[in-house]
Nanobody, 123 residues
Framework: VQLQASGGGLVQTGGSLRLSCEAS????????MGWFRQSPGKEREFVAA????????LYPDSVKGRFAISRDNAKNTVHLQMDSLEPEDTAVYYC?????????????????WGQGTQVTVSS
């Protein structure tokens, strides 16, 4: 599967952005989808994940209550709605895909990655 992320940009503290990731060349509905981010000098960080049907989502405490992941299997697209953005959310955001596996945390095991989209939150 190939992934194309979009929707990044510059926003002020407290603002919102909606990232999108469109998948092609694969059966999108059979993939678990995730979002990760990485800022300069830091390791890549898990941001959100959603199961194939959309019935289960997972977030780290750092974004819980502010970010929401959703998917539209008919349009081969996953979204990340980001509200109440903070300067600490500044990073390159990547979407990722993996096969379902009940023995692997939704935070791990992603084998397909998009190219990333820059999110900058100004203070």
């Amino acid at each position: 599967v190939q992934l194309q992320a979009s929707g990044g940009g510059l926003v002020q503290t407290g603002g919102s952005l909606r990232l999108s990731c469109e998948a092609s060349r694969g059966s999108f509905s059979t993939y678990v989808m995730g979002w990760f981010r990485q800022s300069p000098g830091k390791e890549r960080e898990f941001v959100a994940a959603i199961t194939t049907s959309g019935g289960t989502t997972l977030y780290p405490d750092s974004v819980k209550g502010r970010f929401a992941i959703s998917r539209d299997n008919a349009k081969n697209t996953v979204h990340l709605q980001m509200d109440s953005l903070e300067p600490e959310d500044t990073a390159v955001y990547y979407c990722a895909a993996r096969a379902p596996n009940p023995y692997t945390s939704l935070m791990r095991g992603y084998g397909f990655w998009g190219q990333g989209t820059q999110v900058t939150v100004s203070s």
